[in-house]
């Protein structure tokens, strides 16, 4: 009898395809995942029974009215557009930001014109933003 030796073939494990797929998973965890830092932050704001009226500071005014066309310092504005109320300030404002920027609005304005006014405020850089309100009738 003859014995022979039976030849193995080495065994071979290729790992690419699996590192692969390793970085496929790794780059789509990393795209599809969203950080936010989420901050809620409890205020308990002061009452106030009477608001002294601040009188002798300038300031711009914006008012807008119930179908949200806007107004700067009394001068009607021509459309409703971003472009055209940031132009309006910036004239009006020239390079002092730090004046104080009031947004008076019709009770009914829709919300989106509002928002607008305090986003273009923003963008110019002003930091002293107010909206006015009136005292409930019913005291």
Avoid: C
């Avoid at 009770?107 to 986003?119: E, I, N, R, S």
């Amino acid at each position: 009898m003859r014995f022979q030796r039976q030849r193995r073939e080495e065994v071979n494990v290729n790992l690419t395809p699996l590192i692969d797929v390793v970085f496929l998973l790794l780059i789509f965890f990393m795209v599809s995942t969203t950080f936010t830092k989420e901050t809620h932050l409890e205020v308990d704001l002061p009452e106030a029974a009477a608001a002294t009226p601040v009188t002798d500071v300038e300031s711009i005014d914006i008012l807008i009215n119930a179908e949200g066309q806007y107004s700067v310092n009394g001068q009607a504005l021509v459309n409703t557009q971003a472009s055209t109320l940031r132009r309006a300030i910036a004239e009006i404002a020239g390079d002092a930001r730090t004046l104080p920027l009031v947004i008076t609005a019709d009770a009914t304005t829709p919300h989106q014109a509002v928002v607008t006014a305090m986003d273009v405020a923003g963008q110019l850089g002003f930091s002293q933003l107010s909206i006015t309100t009136r005292e409930p009738e019913n005291r």
